[in-house]
């Protein structure tokens, strides 16, 4: 069975651009959240969707935002890129149940000059 | 508001056994997980738990308490692959998981 798969691996922008990161789930995975990781912060939660609805959402601007495809494929778009956008950004999918574990891609490495 | 505690960086040596604590507070709980991320790479599920109790898997256990909202992870038999950084993390009332920011181990021979 294929595992995550994120797209690209790797992204360099300047400031003030637009970025869109893909996320495709493990077949037959629903559910899809995004998380950000920078040196020394947890896991920041962005947001879950669950079959093409946004189920959850964290603290980030409205310049972050989501959707998510019919066949669960799943989409991150930041708008209006700022220096602290940079960091690892980490898709993860599970199952229906909501206390499975989450299984994690190797994610997209965002830098922002 | 919701957390999650962890020490920061832990040394060990190969061959000996380390407990990583994580206390947790959150709106309403659906569980501990605990993950390991090695640098550079994805962070790989390890344990999870919603009863009292340890749960073994092979040289790791994860062990939580509901009532004190504490959680250990127990390595035995350290080896230098389990070098990593360990992450706690809490599923809370909207089954958002919130996450500690990870206890770097360090294993020397």
């Known amino acids: 069975k294929a595992g995550v798969t994120q797209t690209p691996r790797y992204l360099i922008k300047t400031r003030g651009q637009q970025v869109t990161l893909s996320c495709s789930p493990i077949s037959g995975h629903r559910s899809v959240s995004w998380y950000q990781q920078t040196p020394g912060q947890g896991l920041q939660f962005l947001f879950e969707y669950f079959s093409e609805t946004q189920r959850n959402k964290g603290n980030f601007p409205g310049r972050f935002s989501g959707r998510q495809f019919s066949n669960s494929r799943s989409e991150m778009n930041v708008s209006t890129l700022e220096l602290g956008d940079s960091a690892l950004y980490l898709c993860?999918?599970?199952?229906?149940?909501?206390?499975?574990?989450?299984?994690f891609g190797d994610g997209t490495r965002l830098s922002i000059l | 508001g919701q957390n999650i505690d962890q020490p920061t960086e832990m040394t060990a040596t190969e061959g000996a056994i380390v407990q990583i604590n994580c206390t947790y507070q959150?709106?309403?709980?659906?569980?501990l997980f605990w993950y390991q991320q090695h640098a550079g790479e994805a962070p790989t599920f390890l344990s999870y738990n919603v009863l009292d109790g340890l749960e073994e898997k092979g040289r790791f256990s994860s062990f939580l308490s509901r009532s004190k909202g504490y959680s250990y992870l127990l390595l035995k038999e350290l080896q230098m692959k389990d070098s990593a950084s360990y992450l706690c993390?809490?599923?809370?009332?909207?089954?958002?998981?919130?996450w500690g920011a990870g206890t770097k181990l360090i294993i020397k021979p």
């Open positions: 959150t709106s309403g709980f659906n569980g």
């Open positions: 993390a809490a599923m809370d009332s909207n089954y958002q998981l919130i």
């Open positions: 993860a999918s599970s199952p229906d149940s909501r206390n499975q574990p989450q299984h």
